[in-house]
């Protein structure tokens, strides 16, 4: 994202927001005559709520946005709204933001008295009841589990600990040390009892880590609330990894959003967009998140089934409907590859996946597609 960011009273007006726009889709920006005041920065009224007096203005089609960011979750969350198109948007958008740190409290397992904090400390003892949302996405979880045979799964933290990828020091574990790894893992052990909403787990000393979904159900629960304020037009993302869609971006004849899907090699860069028509977008890489030993190369992507590196994918890019589903399959698809990702998309046609496969040459990549992602790609030219 664009080193300029917002704080939670802050507004990016007119280009800036464009520009921060422009960091995470490869759409044009409109001429500077368009830029405009989108909305009164803190201390010239907006704690005072004066822009709610101020009218509707209609949004031209080279339309300018408002952006509305923060910190959270380890990363930047952030709302683009077409400017001038719903009242007292950007007030709804600090509220929406103000609801991240209410799930990173309850999802993060670095923060002692979060709610996964609390099972993973005492579930294997006994069972505990847990708020019913948290309760739904551990069942979500496992039922993603189920359908990818594994490829994802939210008990595998045992298995990054080892590798050293908690630690941001990766090395390659003993055969023993990965033997009783694996044994704290699989979310077939967990128990979910639909009529208390309690968690069990059956295997002593398991524990949970929402790392690969917890950022998209935060974007799906939030949205939920930005649209009960009436504002159903926006792109939100949680560090640009995780994207949700809802309305358009008016620009031109875009039907949706515009976002950039990222080169597997090269930060920074894209081969290619998907328009996102109320839908979300999630994407896993291993890349650049790799360490050498031994002569070998080995990517952050673990297969919780071995407990070793996934090899042979460079990136996966999911268009699902829901933020966490898109979130989990970016991770769930990448461990499967492409053979096993395309029977899952038979039984799944709303779900779209694009591969970046390892090529036949040192720093060259291939495309493999699976779902009906392919129909919505615009590959860059070169």
């Known amino acids: 994202m664009n080193s300029r960011k917002t704080n939670r009273r802050d507004f990016l007006r007119g280009k800036s927001a464009v520009d921060a726009l422009h960091d995470l889709t490869s759409e044009p920006l409109p001429p500077p005559k368009s830029v405009k005041s989108a909305a009164r920065p803190a201390g010239e009224g907006a704690e005072s709520g004066a822009d709610s007096e101020a009218p509707e203005t209609p949004v031209e089609q080279d339309s300018y946005l408002v952006e509305v960011s923060r910190e959270a979750m380890a990363c930047t969350f952030a709302i683009f709204l077409n400017a001038g198109q719903h009242r007292l948007g950007a007030e709804a958008a600090v509220a929406a933001l103000d609801k991240i740190d209410d799930y990173?409290?309850?999802?993060?397992?670095?923060?002692?008295?979060?709610?996964?904090?609390?099972?993973?400390?005492?579930?294997?003892?006994?069972?505990?009841?847990?708020?019913?949302?948290?309760?739904?996405?551990?069942?979500?979880?496992?039922?993603?589990?189920?359908?990818?045979?594994?490829?994802?799964?939210?008990?595998?933290?045992?298995?990054?600990k080892i590798w050293g990828f908690y630690q941001r020091k990766g090395r390659v574990p003993e055969k023993a040390?990965?033997?009783?790894?694996?044994a704290k893992v699989g979310s077939q052990h967990l128990t979910l009892n639909t009529e208390n909403h309690s968690v069990f787990f059956e295997q002593s000393e398991m524990e949970i880590n929402l790392g690969g979904i917890g950022k998209g159900?935060?974007?799906?629960?939030?949205?939920?609330?930005?649209?009960q304020q009436g504002v159903d037009n926006f792109l939100f993302h949680g560090g640009t990894s995780s994207v949700l869609a809802r309305g358009a971006r008016l620009?031109?004849?875009?039907?949706?959003?515009?976002?950039?899907?990222?080169?597997?090699?090269l930060p920074g860069k894209r081969i290619g967009e998907v328009v996102l028509q109320n839908e979300a977008l999630g994407t896993s890489g291993a890349a650049h998140q790799t360490f050498i030993e031994g002569g070998r190369s080995y990517g952050h992507v673990l297969d919780p089934r071995t407990g070793w590196p996934a090899e042979g994918v460079l990136s996966t890019t999911i268009v699902a409907p829901t933020a966490a589903l898109s979130d989990a399959l970016s991770t769930a698809c990448f461990v499967m590859g492409p053979e096993r990702t395309a029977a899952y998309c038979e039984k799944h046609p709303e779900v779209g996946v694009l591969f970046a496969m390892q090529g036949t040459r040192r720093n060259t990549f291939e495309l493999r597609f699976c779902g009906a992602i392919e129909e919505k790609f615009v590959r860059e030219e070169a």
């Open 104 to 160: 990173e409290e309850q999802l993060s397992i670095y923060r002692s008295s979060s709610e996964a904090s609390r099972l993973n400390a005492a579930a294997d003892f006994a069972p505990i009841t847990i708020e019913r949302g948290f309760f739904d996405l551990l069942v979500q979880a496992q039922q993603i589990y189920a359908e990818t045979d594994g490829a994802f799964d939210i008990t595998a933290g045992p298995l990054a």
């Open 177 to 182: 040390e990965l033997a009783a790894a694996l």
């Open 217 to 227: 159900y935060a974007l799906d629960r939030v949205s939920e609330f930005l649209i």
């Open 251 to 265: 620009l031109g004849d875009t039907v949706g959003w515009r976002v950039g899907v990222p080169h597997p090699y």
